[in-house]
């Protein structure tokens, strides 16, 4: 009986040992597994480059480092270079036989949706970096860092509207008093009248606009019936056009002209006191003279008229003869008859 238990104690520790033993290989094979599957060689040390940021944005620890969108290797560690953290070293390790000229540069890029990761643009130099060296870097901003700094803006503005929007519902809730309600309620039930109001002006059948558009119709219709007589009357217009057009109009502006410098000329000789007529317009003395002739005339035909007119009333003044003697005339005529007056020139 003892022998018997000790040899079921000795097979009970021995499935133990091989299951922890399996346990243990299974957790090497799996991390060496996955370490295979990210391409890291776990039987030799791969080649380490550092490269040095002011400022990592998003990037985290293993993350892809790429070659012209090819990944090369990953994030190792980061850590500060002092305790300002002026700078942050980046560990990167290599897990690809890949050879980086000396002169090319890391910066961080990202896409728009996903994970950070390096980026390293190759240079033309001759010479390749080699592991522990450092390479250089530019600070890139990312797409999502790009992105927000424009969506910010935008974002600052709508805040400013969506604060004057609540100010301004503010106040229009204080504008908007039972009074001023019942005032919208009164305008809409009047914009509601007028509406029906129009209906009815623009109704097809009723309506005065459909009368209006009738009469219009009415109207058109006459102009294209009186289309021939409106053409003729063009025509008309045209044919008088042409014979202005065509008549010599320049030749009489110019015969004109010529007239109008004539009777210029003729108006400078009466004003001038070279011709007779401006002696006679001009000449003050002859202007008397010519009046006192004229009067001297008026008293010769008023002379001429009183004789005439005695002449008549006693004629036997002038015939004088009898045969039984003569008889006495009255007195002379001192002056004429009054219809035969001849006015005096003053």
Same mark, same amino acid.
């Given at each position: 009986?003892?022998?018997?238990?000790?040899?079921?104690?000795?097979?009970?520790?021995?499935?133990?040992?091989?299951?922890?033993?399996?346990?243990?290989?299974?957790?090497?094979?799996?991390?060496?597994? !996955?370490? !295979?599957?990210?391409?890291?060689?776990?039987?030799?040390?791969?080649?380490?480059?550092?490269?040095? !940021?002011?400022?990592?944005?998003?990037?985290?620890?293993?993350?892809?480092?790429?070659?012209?969108?090819?990944?090369?290797?990953?994030?190792? +560690?980061?850590?500060?270079?002092?305790?300002?953290?002026?700078?942050?070293?980046?560990?990167?390790?290599?897990?690809?036989?890949?050879?980086?000229?000396?002169?090319?540069?890391?910066?961080?890029?990202?896409?728009?949706?996903?994970?950070? !990761?390096?980026?390293?643009?190759?240079?033309?130099?001759?010479?390749?970096?080699?592991?522990? +060296?450092?390479?250089?870097?530019?600070? +890139?901003?990312?797409?999502? #860092?790009?992105?927000?700094?424009?969506?910010?803006?935008?974002?600052?503005?709508?805040?400013?509207?969506?604060?004057?929007?609540?100010?301004?519902?503010?106040?229009?809730?204080?504008?908007?008093?039972?009074?001023?309600?019942?005032?919208?309620?009164?305008?809409?039930?009047?914009?509601?009248?007028?509406?029906?109001?129009?209906?009815?002006?623009?109704?097809?059948?009723?309506?005065?606009?459909?009368?209006?558009?009738?009469?219009?119709?009415?109207?058109?219709?006459?102009?294209?019936?009186?289309?021939?007589?409106?053409? #003729?009357?063009?025509?008309?217009?045209?044919?008088?056009?042409?014979?202005?057009?065509?008549?010599?109009?320049?030749?009489?502006?110019?015969?004109?002209?010529?007239? %109008?410098?004539?009777?210029?000329?003729? %108006?400078?000789?009466?004003?001038?006191?070279?011709?007779?007529?401006?002696?006679?317009?001009?000449?003050?003395?002859?202007? /008397?003279?010519?009046? =006192?002739?004229?009067?001297?005339?008026?008293?010769?035909?008023?002379?001429?008229?009183?004789?005439?007119?005695? %002449?008549?009333?006693?004629?036997?003044?002038?015939?004088?003869?009898?045969?039984? =003697?003569?008889?006495?005339?009255?007195?002379?005529?001192? #002056?004429?008859? %009054?219809? /035969?007056?001849?006015?005096?020139?003053?």
């Amino acid at each position: 009986m003892l022998g018997h238990g000790k040899q079921v104690n000795n097979m009970k520790i021995s499935n133990e040992t091989k299951v922890g033993l399996l346990a243990i290989v299974s957790i090497v094979v799996l991390v060496l597994g !996955f370490n !295979f599957l990210k391409g890291s060689n776990v039987f030799s040390k791969p080649p380490v480059l550092f490269a040095e !940021f002011t400022n990592i944005a998003s990037l985290e620890k293993s993350n892809e480092v790429k070659i012209n969108g090819l990944p090369v290797g990953t994030v190792y +560690d980061m850590r500060p270079k002092d305790k300002e953290v002026n700078k942050i070293v980046v560990e990167i390790h290599l897990n690809r036989d890949v050879a980086i000229p000396t002169n090319s540069i890391a910066f961080i890029d990202g896409p728009l949706v996903g994970g950070a !990761f390096i980026n390293i643009a190759k240079g033309t130099a001759n010479a390749y970096l080699q592991t522990g +060296d450092t390479i250089s870097t530019r600070l +890139d901003q990312d797409i999502i #860092s790009d992105l927000k700094a424009q969506v910010t803006p935008t974002i600052t503005r709508v805040n400013e509207t969506l604060d004057s929007l609540k100010i301004t519902i503010g106040s229009l809730n204080d504008v908007f008093d039972p009074n001023t309600r019942n005032n919208l309620r009164t305008m809409i039930t009047n914009l509601t009248i007028s509406s029906a109001h129009l209906q009815r002006l623009m109704n097809a059948q009723t309506g005065a606009l459909a009368q209006t558009l009738g009469n219009m119709n009415a109207v058109t219709g006459n102009l294209a019936k009186s289309n021939d007589a409106i053409t #003729s009357s063009i025509r008309n217009v045209e044919v008088t056009t042409n014979n202005l057009a065509n008549a010599n109009i320049q030749g009489t502006v110019a015969a004109l002209q010529a007239t %109008i410098q004539e009777l210029q000329s003729t %108006i400078t000789k009466l004003n001038s006191s070279n011709g007779t007529l401006g002696l006679m317009m001009n000449d003050r003395q002859l202007y /008397d003279r010519l009046n =006192g002739v004229a009067d001297r005339l008026n008293l010769t035909a008023l002379s001429a008229e009183i004789l005439i007119d005695d %002449i008549k009333v006693h004629p036997k003044r002038y015939v004088n003869f009898s045969l039984f =003697g003569g008889k006495k005339g009255g007195e002379p005529l001192t #002056s004429p008859l %009054i219809k /035969d007056s001849v006015p005096v020139r003053q």
